[in-house]
């Protein structure tokens, strides 16, 4: 027996596709009940039921006394049968046209879910730092934030199973997944849905081996080849790396990328480790590399949590940056970070890979046809003369 669907169904989907497409944004407000009915050729009853179904959906948003206006777009731009003219008042249409956000506190109000672990764990102060910038922008945009873990208190990926029955039992409008575990989230979610989430913006630090769309990542790659390429413009050609290596850090991805930017330099010289995020084990690479047949002029150091056991181990040896050795290491200097590197730097703010995302995510659900991109955050030189070899005193 065939099963035909409602004339409400198919004109859910109708108006879906039609609010896919601009110019339609959120906050528009719809024709009344009575003028869409006649305009769409359906009944009062048909009509009513349609823009409940689109309520429920979270698509529109009702106000009594007011009438129906757009709360999200509803997906990717697909062709449409229906104009925009034939559904929303002249005045909505208007390049100038004021929206009525903020005059919908609660209906308007989007749901974002953020699926990470680091948003219950203040002691990893650079990502609790992202965490409350990200949690700042959606509410200071007028939307809600909510936590949800994709970890456990170990740090292992949750069962796809639990994460699908979260997602299915609360499904929001919008999601933010941060590394490493965008293709652990996709999966989850399309066990819950049966689809590809839309609505998803992934953040992503360099190491990572995985690769999602849209995904806004800091760019460590890149500042490697950028840091090598200064050691060697002031003339030093022994350089060595120092990186990590852990269960969601690619030591040998980090290692191709150090060999690349070397290669890249016409420099022959090879020296690198990649260890635990362990001061220590930091301390003893680089004591490891100076003891080697051919110690290094300078280093480059892939990880800021390793420069306490880098300044040991110099101390150790009597040897001053930019005098003995020349050093370039990444650092972060979002709000909460307690690491304040002395040395040239390439800088990257986590804090802005989270505005970022919720942009990108925000213009999404609220404007119809947005097409959502990728972006590569670059690390910024803050420059302390450890980049180069001085003869005379490092801080001249």
């Given amino acids: 027996m065939t099963r035909t669907t409602s004339p409400s169904a198919r004109l859910v989907q109708r108006l879906k596709a039609a609010f896919s497409n601009p110019p339609v944004k959120a906050g528009m407000r719809l024709n009344p009940e009575r003028e869409l009915a006649r305009t769409l050729d359906v009944s009062p009853k048909c009509i009513n039921r349609t823009l409940r179904l689109l309520t429920e959906e979270g698509i529109l948003s009702k106000r009594h006394g007011s009438g129906n206006y757009i709360r999200r777009i509803p997906g990717e731009c697909v062709p449409a049968d229906l104009k925009a003219e034939q559904l929303f008042p002249a005045s ?47 509410e200071l945009a007028g939307h809600t934030l909510e936590t949800c873990d994709i970890i456990d208190e170990h740090w292992e990926p949750l069962p796809l199973e639990q994460i699908a029955a979260s997602l299915k039992a609360h499904p929001a409008d919008g999601y933010l997944i941060t590394s490493p575990l965008g293709g652990h989230f996709i999966s989850a979610y399309r066990m819950a849905f049966g689809t590809e989430p839309t609505a998803a913006v992934y953040l992503s630090s360099w190491g990572d081996e995985e690769f999602n769309e849209p995904e806004i990542r800091l760019d460590g790659q890149e500042a490697v080849v950028r840091g090598i390429r200064e050691f060697a413009r002031h003339g030093l050609r022994k350089i060595a790396f120092l990186g990590i290596e852990t269960t969601y850090h690619s030591g040998c991805a980090d290692r191709q990328v150090y060999e690349f930017a070397m290669a890249r330099a016409r420099l022959d010289y090879r020296l690198s480790r990649h260890i635990q995020v362990q001061s220590e084990a930091a301390r003893r690479a680089v004591c ?18 390793l420069i306490e056991g880098v300044r040991r181990a110099l101390a150790e040896r009597g040897l001053i940056p930019g005098r003995d050795l020349a050093i370039i290491t990444i650092s972060h200097s979002e709000e909460s970070s307690e690491i304040h590197p002395e040395w040239t730097s390439l800088d990257f703010n986590r804090d802005l890979t989270g505005v970022t995302a919720v942009n990108e995510l925000l213009a999404r659900l609220r404007t119809a046809g947005h097409e959502m991109r990728s972006a590569a955050m670059l690390g910024k030189w803050c420059f302390r003369n450890t980049h180069f070899i001085c003869k005379g005193d490092a801080n001249e």
């Fill in 288 to 305: 490891d590399m100076l003891d080697s047949p051919e110690p290094p002029e300078a280093l480059f150091i892939g990880e800021d949590l």
């Fill in 92 to 138: 909505e249409l208007e390049e100038d046209a004021a929206p009525h956000l903020a005059s919908l506190p609660e209906q308007q109000r989007l749901t974002i879910q953020l699926w990470s672990g680091f948003h219950r764990n203040p002691g990893r102060n650079e990502n609790y730092s992202l965490y409350r910038k990200i949690r700042s922008r959606i």
